[in-house]
């Protein structure tokens, strides 16, 4: 078999580079590829090879607009859209961003989601193509509104943002990139890399936009994500204290609820003196208008701390303050 | 006397001997058919390996020696009793001793001769060794002396080609620039000639490029798939002239249509003729299949193509030897299998046609039919990859690739390298040998998954 494939692999890059003619047999050579029931890693970044030099080389083939999708097809429909690793060595070259507009101009949602896979996979020989998904990001938040999400589209979608990130969609509007996360429903399983997903959480939530339009879904998986995560290990978004102002105005209790968890949780104080003043009295704010947000609070931090001990003093002496007012209440 | 004697007892005993391993030879080991012509193939070629027919010649050698031994003793003894008498049983003991030298010279000298004995056929084989061994001593002699006088021109001819070039360069050298030394404007050469060549040429993968392509077939490998070949083709054509029973005919017709019968070392008497007469009765004068006879006129034909395509591996004229049945034939009811088959027949008529039926994929094929079209394929264009236009191609496969339904995987390796060669890519003789193209899949995947794992752990 390897032998075999190494040899058409050279054979198409040869006709591709002398086009005598003899690459008319291509789509043919794909044809006869797409019906492999067994396919080795060697034959994805064969087939990836071919989408570029297919890219490259255009002005020689009558419908050349086809053949890159077949490769895609060859090399990636077969994979499991769950796992981001692949075996082969997928090189990235420039000739691959012409792939962009042939692929979402074909409105076919599994040949979008075969090259989403070759640009989010990753492994032994390959790196995920994060640049080149930049040129996707534009496509990427009209999607859900022109074609049905498969599960496989939709896993790869969510693999695409993960990696674009929410600065990547700022030039393509804040908007509608929250639009595309609230349509993705996503859920911890669906999350490669957990602290990727939770800083593209914080920053579009401290986005105009996503204070106000983010589903409270993402808010309470961002308050998994906070207690799940080491943050020592990575540099979270810096801590505008604007959005929780804006919720206190706004009177989005529930909201405030998950966010003055996740401001807890994430920028303690005593790392910053800006957030320790305005926190504290924004969470008392929040006790008072919510009681029972106190004791869900409190285990946030303790699963987040590991013992009672290691939470924050601050909150320690609020959270005292709001059981007392709580008990001259009750009398 | 006694020794006489002796030898012709022992020759009786060595007989006697012979007919129990016979006996042997000839007991059933029972199994099916084609399991008992393989067991009876395997037994033919232990008496060959064993040297079997040693002991069966060294009968008469012995009886001759034993008459020789009778004679002379019987001569000796007479002497003493009636020198008259022995002197009749001399002159007869020396005129059978020459008519016996005579006829094992005659048989020696042709090998046509009738008189063929195990003396003359030992004479004859060591004749042919000394006059092998006398030409090549004087061929290398010859040879010697050729290949001496080429590499003392040839040294001439280089010491003067070095001379000029040094000449030449170094004249070259003073005129275009005299400050860079000639070593450096040698490598400024090499490389703006890769800088140029360089975009033309595909980037690989690094896992291509460090892959060395292995060979096809170890020799070892390719010396067993020999051997089974000339074994399985010595078997099948002994049932195939021999054999009456339909069983054993229905058993050995399938392997027919896959033994490679022009390989070095077969040389069996192809049952070509058989085959074709055993396609042609299956069917009535008009032409229609006689019924229970499918399964014996699919193989039967396949077995012929199979023939004819290989013969054209061979050579351009070769295949044309082998006649084919007239295309008159039809199947009463639908049989995609069979009827593809019997447009291959009347295909071979037109090639651009044999090529274009070749290449379409039918799902109605069962994948057996499938895959030994693929191998149909393979091997004729591999016989013809270099004389088909591929313009002519073109037009021929348009439309042969439009199913989407699945294919063994075998099939579409052999199509796989079809399109090499349509592509300008040679494919080695090797490869048309290797049955199972697919076996290294599972290991080369678990061998990259086994590294993905460990790279992700």
Redesign the interface.
């Known amino acids: 078999m390897k032998p075999i494939l190494e040899q058409l692999s050279n054979a198409v890059l040869s006709s591709i580079n002398d086009a005598d003619g003899r690459h008319e047999f291509i789509p043919y050579v794909l044809g006869d590829l797409t019906k492999l029931e067994t396919h080795p890693w060697p034959l994805t970044q064969m087939s990836y090879m071919w989408c570029s030099m297919i890219c490259e080389n255009r002005e020689i083939f009558e419908d050349w607009e086809r053949l890159p999708l077949v490769c895609l097809e060859i090399g990636f429909r077969h994979l499991d859209p769950g796992s981001p690793y692949i075996g082969g060595a997928t090189t990235h070259r420039e000739h691959h961003r012409g792939l962009v507009d042939i692929v979402f101009n074909s409105w076919e949602s599994e040949v979008i989601a075969d090259l989403l896979h070759a640009w989010t996979a990753s492994g032994p020989f390959c790196e995920p193509a994060e640049a080149l998904l930049g040129f996707c990001a534009g496509h990427l938040v009209g999607l859900h509104d022109l074609l049905p999400f498969s599960s496989r589209l939709r896993r790869l979608v969510m693999r695409s943002v993960e990696l674009i990130g929410c600065k990547g969609f700022e030039g393509v509007g804040v908007e509608r990139f929250i639009e595309l996360l609230n349509h993705l429903h996503v859920t911890a399983e669906d999350m490669d890399i957990k602290p990727r997903w939770a800083e593209l959480f914080l920053e579009t939530f401290q986005t105009h936009e996503g204070v106000q339009r983010l589903s409270d879904q993402y808010l309470g998986l961002l308050v998994e994500l906070t207690i799940s995560i080491p943050w020592t290990l990575r540099h979270p978004p810096v801590y505008d204290p604007q959005i929780t102002k804006f919720l206190i105005e706004a009177q989005e209790w529930s909201r405030l609820e998950y966010w003055i968890g996740i401001v807890w949780m994430t920028w303690p104080p005593g790392a910053g003196g800006e957030t320790e003043e305005g926190l504290e009295d924004s969470t008392l704010l929040l006790f008072r208008q919510r009681p029972g947000a106190v004791q869900k609070l409190e285990q946030c931090m303790e699963r987040r701390y590991g013992t009672h001990d290691d939470i924050p003093e601050p909150f320690k002496r609020i959270c005292k303050q709001a059981h007392e007012a709580a008990q001259r209440d009750a009398l | 006397m006694y020794a006489s004697l002796l030898i012709s007892l022992l020759a009786a005993f060595v007989a006697m001997l012979g007919k129990q391993w016979l006996n042997r030879y000839l007991r059933n080991s029972g199994g099916s058919v084609i399991e008992r012509c393989g067991d009876r193939q395997r037994k033919c070629d232990g008496l060959e390996k064993w040297p079997f027919h040693s002991f069966v010649e060294s009968l008469p050698l012995m009886l001759q020696v034993a008459l020789l031994l009778l004679a002379c003793g019987l001569c000796r003894h007479m002497w003493s009793i009636n020198a008259l008498v022995a002197r009749t049983l001399i002159s007869l003991t020396g005129l059978g001793i020459t008519f016996y030298i005579a006829i094992v010279i005659a048989g020696m000298s042709s090998y046509a001769c009738p008189f063929q004995t195990p003396a003359s056929i030992a004479l004859h084989s060591l004749w042919k060794k000394v006059r092998g061994r006398i030409a090549i001593v004087w061929n290398c002699r010859i040879r010697r002396r050729i290949v001496s006088s080429l590499v003392r021109s040839k040294r001439v001819l280089s010491r003067t080609h070095r001379m000029w070039k040094r000449k030449v360069l170094s004249l070259l050298h003073r005129q275009s620039s005299p400050t860079i030394p000639l070593e450096d404007v040698q490598v400024q050469q090499s490389e703006s000639v890769s800088i140029l060549d360089s975009p033309?040429?595909?980037?690989?993968?690094?896992?291509?490029d460090n892959?060395q392509?292995?060979p096809?077939l170890k020799s070892k490998e390719l010396d067993i798939i020999r051997g089974t070949n000339t074994s399985d083709a010595r078997c099948v054509s002994w049932i195939l002239r021999n054999i009456t029973d339909s069983e054993a005919l229905d058993a050995a017709l399938p392997v027919a249509g896959e033994i490679r019968w022009f390989d070095d070392g077969v040389d069996v008497n192809l049952p070509y003729d058989v085959i074709v007469s055993t396609f042609e009765a299956c069917f009535d004068s008009t032409g229609t299949l006689y019924p229970g006879s499918r399964d014996r006129a699919y193989y039967s034909g396949r077995a012929i193509v199979w023939i004819r395509t290989l013969a054209m591996c061979k050579s351009e004229d070769f295949w044309g030897k082998f006649r084919l049945p007239a295309p008159i034939y039809t199947t009463p009811g639908p049989d995609p299998d069979l009827e593809h088959l019997l447009n291959a027949i009347c295909g071979f008529l037109n090639r651009s046609y044999y090529i274009e039926w070749l290449l379409r994929?039918d799902p109605g094929h069962t994948h057996p039919h499938s895959q030994w079209i693929s191998n149909m394929l393979l091997h004729h264009s591999w016989a013809n990859w270099t004389k088909l236009d591929?313009?002519d191609?073109?037009d021929c496969?348009s439309g042969?690739?439009e199913t989407?339904?699945?294919?063994?995987?075998n099939t579409?390796?052999n199509?796989?390298?079809v399109?090499?060669m349509?592509?300008?890519?040679p494919?080695e003789e090797e490869?048309l040998r290797v049955q199972v193209?697919?076996?290294?899949?599972p290991s080369?995947?678990l061998q990259?998954?086994h590294?993905?794992s460990?790279?992700?752990a």
Request: proline share 6%; charged share 10%; with cysteine.
């Open positions: 033309s040429q595909p980037e690989s993968p690094s896992a291509l892959a392509s292995e096809w994929i591929y313009e191609l073109l496969i042969t690739n989407k339904s699945t294919v063994p995987l579409i390796l199509r796989l390298l399109w090499c349509f592509l300008g890519s494919v490869a193209k697919s076996c290294g899949i080369f995947t990259i998954t590294c993905s460990l790279a992700i």
